[in-house]
């Protein structure tokens, strides 16, 4: 058992959970709603503590983030659980499951995890991924915090749904965030994924005013988010209040776990694409073939080629080593590079 962080004990032996804005109230014996985060005789078990489902090294752009270290490979691992039940969930086999029973073979201390990432040259660092890593807090700060002492670099791939006190506690070891905002209203968010927007939304102004590297993804879906009107008040907002230069990766949907609606079409991301560009300057459309350069950055300001992109190989052309646009001078913007 590793007592988890984030609860409050109740009379009759029951708990409540605030690591999320679920705010779990949980028996005796029973899990949470992310079912991995469970009451052990009045105490909660953070069950998940060690257990990894997945450990590899990735392109960085896989998470995906364009704009951190480009061209990067980082240590990415997973654990299982989390505290969405989105219908359209890609990687359900580990994240809408209790821990399974050969977990003991796939148990890993912080240290050894840190170690294979130092161990391997030119590696960034540990990204948190795969399921949702909020709901196996402690393992991921306990890790972060090692990989910093360490001098690598922490990555969290999210849904961005977390209570305010953990938040805090996790911007003292994160250094970039790619968050998922999976629509713009309340409804989707309830009927789809089994949570709610407003706290996502949170997360992310107090990311961009802690001036953390944030990148978005939205996964369109045909019928369900992919409204142009409301994809252009998402936009706006993120704008308004994350900054014009955040990335947003507009994402393909194809039919996965419970959802059966047909794959977004092409001409509805370029859409879609077209009407982001309007607003932010780094604008991505993902999971489809791209063939006329959509997937480059371009400076904002001249329109010259920073980074060019094919699949996940990485290449930057056009920005020199004072770190400006090779063409205009300008300083890049929102861009981290070595
Ligand atoms: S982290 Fe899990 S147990 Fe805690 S409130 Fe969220 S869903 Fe419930």
């Known amino acids: 058992m590793h007592e988890a962080s984030f609860y409050k004990k109740l009379e009759n032996q029951q708990l409540n959970c605030h690591l999320c804005p679920h705010y779990c109230k949980i028996k005796d014996g ?39 270290y480009p061209g990067s490979t980082i240590l990415s691992v997973g654990s299982y659980g989390c505290n969405l039940s989105c219908k359209f969930c890609q990687n359900f086999e580990i994240s809408q499951s209790c821990v399974p029973d050969y977990v003991e073979s796939r148990k890993y201390k912080p240290q050894t995890v840190v170690d294979n990432a130092t161990a391997k040259k030119n590696n ?52 970039a965030f790619a968050v998922d905002l999976k629509a713009f209203h309340e409804d989707f968010y309830k009927k789809q994924t089994g ?16 001036n953390k590297h944030i990148e978005i993804t939205n996964l369109i879906i045909p019928t369900l988010n ?21 990335v947003l990766h507009i994402s393909r949907y194809f039919p996965v776990y419970k959802l059966n609606i047909r794959s977004t079409p092409v001409d509805t991301l370029l859409k879609l694409d077209e009407i982001a560009r309007q607003h932010l300057n780094y604008v991505f459309p993902g999971n489809m073939h791209t063939s006329k350069g959509e997937s480059n950055t371009y400076c904002p300001d001249c329109g010259h080629e920073l980074i060019e992109r094919s699949g996940y190989y990485t290449n930057l052309t056009g920005i020199n080593e004072n770190k400006q646009c090779s063409n205009c001078k300008s300083p890049v913007k929102g861009i981290v590079l070595k």
């Not at 069950?47 to 951190?68: C, M, Q, R, W």
């Not at 992919?226 to 014009?244: H, P, R, S, T, Y």
Request: glycine fraction near 6%; aromatic fraction near 10%.
């Open 195 to 210: 949570s709610s927007l407003k706290p996502v939304l949170e997360t992310l102004k107090t990311l961009a005013k802690e």
């Open 30 to 68: 029973k899990r949470g709603i992310c079912r991995v985060r469970k009451n052990v005789n009045g105490e909660l078990d953070a069950e998940t503590y060690g257990v990894v489902s997945a450990l590899n090294f990735d392109p960085i752009e896989k998470k995906p983030l364009y704009h951190y």
């Open 226 to 246: 992919d409204d142009a009107q409301e994809f252009e008040e998402l936009v706006k907002w993120i704008k308004n209040e994350v900054g014009e230069n955040t």
């Open 124 to 175: 960034l660092g540990l990204a948190y991924t795969y399921n949702e890593p909020i709901v196996w807090f402690e393992y991921m700060y306990d890790m972060a915090r090692q990989a910093k002492d360490k001098g690598l670099k922490n990555v969290i791939v999210t849904n961005g749904f977390i209570t305010e006190e953990p938040l805090h506690q996790l911007l003292t070891v994160m250094d």
